[in-house]
């Protein structure tokens, strides 16, 4: 039998109440961190070392300049993350996680996992798979 069509809006408007369900659960459950999902997104780009100037990792979560440097100033206030001297640029900064920073996402990521769970509980685990599988696909088209 072969699969019926899909409507693209349709399904646009599933992915983002996916989004607002997921968001609105990971961010509730972590709120006694105090990091949302974005601050969590940029602080494990930060921990990676996959990034580390603030343009860097502007273009890696997707978010712009002034919206940026007002949450990495939040981060320098909570201590979660300090700005130094490029090593191999001395006019240029680097963005490093502390300590504090690695604690609280570590926290932080706990709490969204057991939030996830919770929500995948409708799925078993093929199915769980299969999503993640679909979902990192249709993530990455565009690298």
Request: no cysteine; proline share 2%; glycine share 6%.
């Given at each position: ?21 997921a ?73 490093v ?10 926290e ?36």
């Amino acid at each position: 039998m072969a699969a019926q069509p899909v409507d693209p809006a349709t399904l646009g408007l599933l992915l983002y109440r996916a989004h607002q369900l997921a968001r609105g659960k990971a961010n509730d459950a972590a709120a006694p961190t105090g990091l949302a999902l974005h601050h969590a997104a940029a602080l494990s780009a930060i921990q990676s070392g996959a990034v580390r100037s603030q343009r860097e990792l502007g273009t890696a979560i997707g978010i712009d300049k002034s919206t940026l440097v007002r949450m990495l100033d939040d981060f320098e206030r909570w201590h979660l993350v300090r700005r130094q001297r490029a090593a191999e640029d001395r006019r240029a900064y680097e963005i490093v996680i502390t300590e504090e920073g690695e604690e609280r996402l570590r926290e932080a990521n706990e709490l969204y996992r057991e939030a996830m769970r919770e929500l995948l509980k409708v799925f078993d685990a093929k199915e769980q798979r299969h999503l993640h599988d679909l979902l990192a696909r249709f993530a990455d088209q565009e690298g």
